[in-house]
């Protein structure tokens, strides 16, 4: 094994939904991921794109999340793959959100009670 290379930085862990980030509902069991790959790496400033696994309670759909270089390529793609249309599939495609959670500080007390 190469130790020169580090699986822990993007995309290796999955997806991390961020203003760079395209959310796919609903792809069919019928279009494969060769099928996205080749259509997305046509986008400008593609970079990777993860699939769900396939829910046997819904048909066998899947989910997808297209991750880009930069928020504006990601703006561009959105507008595309809005007219995208793979063996007669529109796509529904939704722009992921960076969300920010406030840190909660709580104090805690500790009572000992000698019995």
Do not use: H
Not at 16 to 22: E, G, R, V, Y
Not at 24 to 52: Q, Y
Not at 89 to 94: G, L, R
């Amino acid at each position: 094994m190469d130790a020169s290379l580090d699986i822990t930085g993007a995309p290796f862990f999955g997806f991390d939904p961020n203003s760079q980030t395209l959310f796919v509902k609903s792809i069919p069991k019928m279009i494969s991921r060769w099928d996205l790959t080749e259509a997305f790496e046509k986008l400008t400033g593609f970079v990777s794109l993860s699939l769900s696994e396939p829910f046997k309670s819904q048909e066998f759909i899947r989910y997808g999340w297209i991750l880009f270089d930069t928020e504006g390529n990601c703006n561009k793609a959105f507008e595309y793959l809005k007219t995208l249309n793979i063996k007669g599939y529109a796509f529904n495609v939704v722009k992921s959100r960076s969300q920010t959670k406030s840190v909660k500080v709580s104090d805690l007390i500790y009572v000992i009670i000698n019995i």
